[in-house]
């Protein structure tokens, strides 16, 4: 038994690695915030074309949708190895872009950023959707009778309301995504999982590896409890009959 | 409704605890293991199976699909396992963990182009060395890169837990070396280019270079660094055995004939003289 925290709990390396592993996590965070930013919008986009009416444009509502099953469905790694492994040989594309190194993080950064983009655009476009296609549909029809084109529509009318409905499942995927940018450790980005496995091998030890999860914890579990109680007073007003809104 | 629900979320947290404290005090020692890709047997003498741990692929020293893994360490394994009355089952497995692994018992052996260093002695005891190597610096042909010193600055690839990340680590501070989970992920990136130097055992990297891709080797760097076989600590039976295995193949021909075969030279004479004692 003493094994186990031996091989888990010893926080003689926890501390001796303490800095190194933080720092590590920073980079985690960085990630997660560029591709969390980046997501968002390009989610916000991906379900807006989605939205887009009429029979002409049914190739873009086609591709659109193409495009979020597609990438719903791969696994992350997957995206991450193909273009790791794939883009920095694609000649017909000018270096700078093929092998980023753009405000000083190196391409294993970029890669993994575009990947989680990629995959995270798909979900918080469905996320997105969930919340345009709850807000009633007299809204769109009200403010089409009142002469607003779909774009003034949406943009005015439909998204706001929209936008209020959608924290909680987003905050969900913000999670999902935060844990993910451990992924980029494969490809030799010194982010928290590779610093402790670093150590792992380093020391033998697997101490260093409980201190990471114990950083995500940290910031995470607050963050779900903020969803759970936002899921709470919703369907708390659900049972009281009355619209749903985040004040 | 609450009361349930954290009653439930108890038992299953006591039940993982209770599971996981049975496995750290039952020792632990679990030779028949399902782990890596599977024991497969490949030849050998006979008799009792000898798991042997390797990061598979780590060519030319180890490489293949399960069932049909070849290579400098395998052939030579399954010759030492043929005089000593076992059958070598090679077992894939992660590099940086695998003295841990063989340290607990997870595997009877681990024979992994693996150099005897201090550290490692720390969770395991090594065979006399069975090869004599030293590490290399692989460009893409052409790069005006020379040498290990002008990697400075530079980005550096090296695989995870190896000596020769320890050694660009040294000698490249102000260079930005990552570590490739695989040997191969290393040279991979090399010939993507998105780094522009890989330091990586000798042989390998001769090996990497005679496989094509535009990459070539502009310095090999002396570490004197020997591999050998690790057992747990305090297997001294197994280990004078594999010792006395390895003596009488390189002493009837064998090895030379498996060094010839994978290194298209004869082997250098110093590697039969070569002893080491288990600390």
């Known amino acids: 038994m003493s094994e186990f925290f031996n091989q888990y709990f010893d926080f003689h390396v926890m501390g001796e690695h303490f800095w190194e592993v933080l720092e590590a996590f920073l980079q985690n965070l960085v990630i997660f915030a560029v591709a969390a930013a980046l997501a968002l919008i390009w989610g916000l986009a991906l379900a807006l074309l989605r939205q887009l009416p009429g029979k002409k444009l049914l190739p873009i509502r086609f591709i659109t949708v193409a495009y979020i099953d597609l990438f719903r469905a791969i696994p992350i790694l997957i995206i991450i190895l193909l273009i790791s492994g794939g883009v920095p040989f694609l000649s017909f594309i000018p270096q700078s872009i093929r092998i980023p190194h753009w405000f000083g993080k190196p391409d294993p950064f970029w890669y993994g950023v575009a990947a989680l983009v990629i995959v995270y655009g798909a979900f918080t476009a469905e996320v997105y959707r969930a919340g345009i296609e709850a807000v009633p549909g007299g809204q769109m029809e009200a403010a089409r009778s009142l002469g607003m084109s779909h774009w003034q529509a949406m943009r005015h009318v439909i998204v706001p309301q929209a936008l209020t409905l959608i924290p909680a499942p987003m905050l969900n995927e913000m999670i999902s995504l935060l844990k993910d940018t451990t992924l980029i450790s494969v490809i030799a980005f010194s982010e928290a999982v590779l610093v402790s496995r670093e150590v792992l091998s380093e020391r033998l030890n697997s101490s260093a590896m409980i201190l990471t999860a114990f950083f995500f914890v940290v910031i995470i579990l607050p963050l779900a409890r903020v969803v759970d109680r936002l899921i709470a007073r919703n369907q708390g007003k659900i049972a009281r009959g009355s619209h749903i809104e985040v004040a | ?279």
């Not at chain 2, 692929?57 to 360490?73: I, L, M, W």
């Not at chain 2, 089952?89 to 595997?107: A, L, N, Y």
């Not at chain 2, 990297?205 to 094509?212: F, K, R, S």
């Not at chain 2, 057992?231 to 010792?243: K, S, Y």
């Open chain 2, 1 to 279: 409704m609450r009361q349930t629900r954290l009653t439930a979320l108890l038992a299953v947290l006591l039940l993982a605890l209770a599971s996981v404290a049975a496995v750290g005090c039952g020792g632990g020692s679990d030779t028949t293991g399902t782990s890596g890709g599977g024991g497969v047997a490949e030849g050998g003498g006979g008799g009792e199976p000898l798991t042997v741990g390797s990061d598979i692929p780590y060519p030319p020293f180890e490489q293949g699909k399960p069932g049909e893994y070849t290579g400098f360490d395998v052939e030579l394994m399954e010759a030492i396992g043929e005089k000593i009355g076992r059958t070598p089952e090679f077992q894939d497995t992660s590099f940086e963990t695998i003295f841990r692994d063989v340290g607990q018992g997870k595997f009877d052996a681990a024979m992994s182009a693996a150099t005897i260093t201090e550290e490692r002695e720390k969770a395991v005891d090594f065979s006399n060395p069975y090869y004599l190597s030293e590490q290399a610096v692989l460009v893409k042909e052409g790069s005006p890169i020379k040498s290990l010193k002008e990697l400075e600055g530079k980005t550096v690839a090296a695989q995870q837990g190896t000596t020769g990340l320890e050694l660009a680590k040294e000698e490249l501070g102000g260079s930005e070396i990552r570590p490739y989970p695989e040997g191969p992920d290393a040279i991979n990136a090399l010939k993507a280019g998105t780094v522009e130097g890989v330091v990586i055992d000798a042989p390998v990297a001769q090996h990497a270079v005679e496989e094509g891709g535009g990459i070539e080797i502009v310095e090999k760097v002396a570490t004197e660094e020997d591999y050998g076989i690790a057992v747990a600590q305090g297997e001294t039976e197994l280990l004078e055995e594999i010792n006395k295995g390895l003596e009488e193949v390189e002493q009837d021909g064998t090895y030379a004939k498996i060094f010839e075969k994978w290194f298209h030279a004869p082997p250098p004479k110093a590697v039969f003289s070569a002893t080491h004692e288990a600390e």
